[in-house]
């Protein structure tokens, strides 16, 4: 429908252009709405308050040419100027109705396009050092960048999920350190244990392993423990085996996986941290103080410079960062999306600048960034700090116990990355309306039950009536659930283009709220076989895009519940 009134506001302007009512070389981007009060019609336009002053009218002036210039089309019931020079389009029921149609023909294709034309996007997110269980952080930045995924692959984007493991520093130093400290019989409360050392009872199950010998098999390497407590680099090996390993299978309990596992390591077992810090210093860009060798970042819009290779000959964090986008680059995504948490915020910057730097032809800008705020979770109305397996946090498996993964996964991703999130286990095992994604999973199974009822009552809904009569689907209810549904490619494309899929679980509410309120207020199984046909086809129809929005959040589409 939206197309549709994009294509006679073409026809109109083009009308216009040759009235010499518009300039011959004006070519606007037509904007077309759905219209937020439906009193207001189906879609509007602000195309005449855009154009007035190139037109040298008045916008409510302009409108009535504009609408004067418009070809009949059966598709549109009537046009109506509203405010200022806002044209407003009531859709003809019919032509509403063949989104049914539509969606039917189209199935799991419904709401995916190819816009994004086969271009190349490298989404790396979680990315979590190999020291512990992921906590609800990292389960947030998981759901919200699969959920990314999915919507860019679902709008034709060549997506590859990448998983960058910090395997090396000082934060891998301290978990074998800790790991060694359990072998040899001490605990958090002595005195001899590490400063900086890691206190969760998973520590110990990791030191068990390693002194029993066991093997573990983690996604490109398989460590077997030598049970030698001095040798701490054999430690080191197996710790942050077994502890990939264990994120491994909770993200795959998460329903999250992976096309790419990169390890910083690697970066410098290839020399390419040392490459890169040698092609920032030959290009100029580099000066020596205090025994530091700095990065002259202000010149790329940093506040201030920073240290690239300490007092002590090792390398500060950001460095080994920018080598790693480097090699992103050289592996030819031109498109690179980050999803990190908002502590990440200020190595945004100083990546950016070290990347201008190396002057290898990078655009200033890139990578881009989606950054997310914290989770609290609470349970009766009290927040939850602490984990069993973790001791210091909640973990993303406590989750995943205790509420189930679909509901885990519609809350971290339901709200914008950018906003802090209260997780309130409470609301997530309830079965009631107030639990969003119960909500629409239920909207999906209630049709579901509407198709096996009428499957016993001998009434099994007839395909080809159904479409013979979708003009029929002329209530007030039906009529706003249409519009809904024929909404949903619109969603998914701006919300990949926008790289925000809480849209799309908004949208799946809103279906959820429009569906439940047609389904009460209109009786589906009457008597009239084309009314009852045509009413299950569009319930057919709001069931496939559930499924289709379900999909995009990567969460089930239950038949019963």
């Not at 029921?93 to 989104?99: L, N």
């Not at 201008?356 to 800008?365: K, M, R, Y």
């Not at 080809?464 to 619109?490: F, I, M």
């Amino acid at each position: 429908m939206k197309d549709t009134i994009i294509s006679l506001l073409e026809s109109a302007l083009a009308e216009l252009r040759d009235q010499g009512v518009l300039p011959a070389e004006l070519a606007p981007t037509i904007k077309v709405e759905p219209a937020r009060d439906k009193a207001h019609g189906d879609y509007a336009t602000n195309l005449a308050l855009m154009l007035a002053k190139p037109a040298g009218l008045n916008p409510r002036e302009l409108a009535d040419k504009l609408v004067a210039a418009l070809p009949d089309s059966e598709a549109v019931s009537r046009v109506e100027i509203a405010g200022p020079g806002f044209v407003n389009f009531f859709a003809a029921t019919d032509a509403a109705a063949q989104v049914v149609r539509h969606i039917l023909d189209s199935g799991d294709a419904y709401g995916r396009s190819m816009i994004g034309r086969g271009q190349k996007v490298q989404v790396e997110f979680v990315s979590a050092n190999p020291t512990g269980p992921l906590h609800v952080g990292h389960g947030r930045g998981a759901a919200i960048g699969d959920c990314l995924c999915r919507l860019m692959a679902a709008s034709g984007f060549d997506v590859t999920r990448e998983f960058y493991y910090n395997d090396a520093g000082a934060q891998i130093a301290n978990l074998a350190l800790s790991v060694q400290a359990r072998t040899r019989g001490l605990t958090p409360d002595d005195d001899a244990w590490p400063e900086d050392g890691y206190r969760g009872g998973y520590i110990a199950d990791v030191a068990r392993s390693y002194m029993a010998g066991e093997t573990v098999h983690a996604d490109d390497r398989h460590v077997t423990g030598r049970g030698d407590p001095e040798d701490l680099d054999a430690i080191r090996d197996f710790a942050v085996a077994y502890l990939r390993r264990e994120q491994d299978l909770d993200l795959h309990a998460f329903g999250v996986n992976f096309d790419v596992y990169f390890l910083e390591s690697s970066l410098y077992d290839a020399g390419k941290v040392a490459a890169t810090a040698a092609r920032l210093a030959d290009n100029g860009h580099t000066y020596e103080q205090d025994g530091a060798t700095w990065l002259r970042t202000t010149d790329f819009g940093d506040d201030k410079d920073r240290v690239m290779r300490k007092q002590d000959g090792h390398y500060t964090y950001f460095l080994p960062d920018v080598a790693y986008h480097l090699d992103k680059w050289q592996r030819g995504f031109t498109t690179v999306i980050n999803e990190q948490g908002a502590d990440h915020h200020s190595t945004v910057t100083r990546v950016r600048a070290g990347l201008q730097a190396l002057e290898a032809g990078i655009p200033a800008g890139w990578p881009d960034y989606v950054l997310h705020q914290m989770v609290l979770v609470t349970r009766s109305g009290v927040e939850v700090k602490l984990s069993k397996r973790a001791g210091s946090y909640v973990t993303l498996r406590d989750l995943i116990d205790e509420v189930g993964r679909d509901a885990t996964r519609f809350f971290l991703a339901a709200r914008r990355a950018d906003s802090q999130l209260t997780f309130d286990i409470d609301l997530a095992r309830s079965q009631s309306n107030d639990n969003p994604v119960y909500y629409v999973q239920y909207a999906h199974a209630r049709v579901c039950s509407m198709l096996r009822k009428a499957e016993a009552e001998s009434r099994p809904f007839d395909h080809d009536q159904a479409l013979a009569n979708l003009g029929r689907l002329d209530t007030e209810q039906e009529k706003t659930l249409l519009n809904r549904l024929s909404r949903y490619p619109e969603v998914v494309e701006r919300a990949a283009i926008a790289r925000e899929p809480q849209q799309v679980a908004q949208y799946l509410q809103d279906l959820a709220a429009e569906f439940h309120t047609c389904y009460n207020a209109v009786k589906v199984m009457v008597d009239d076989a084309a009314a009852r046909n045509a009413r299950l086809a569009l319930g057919l129809a709001t069931r496939q895009v559930l499924r289709n929005g379900l999909d995009v959040l990567g969460v089930s589409a239950p038949e019963e519940m």
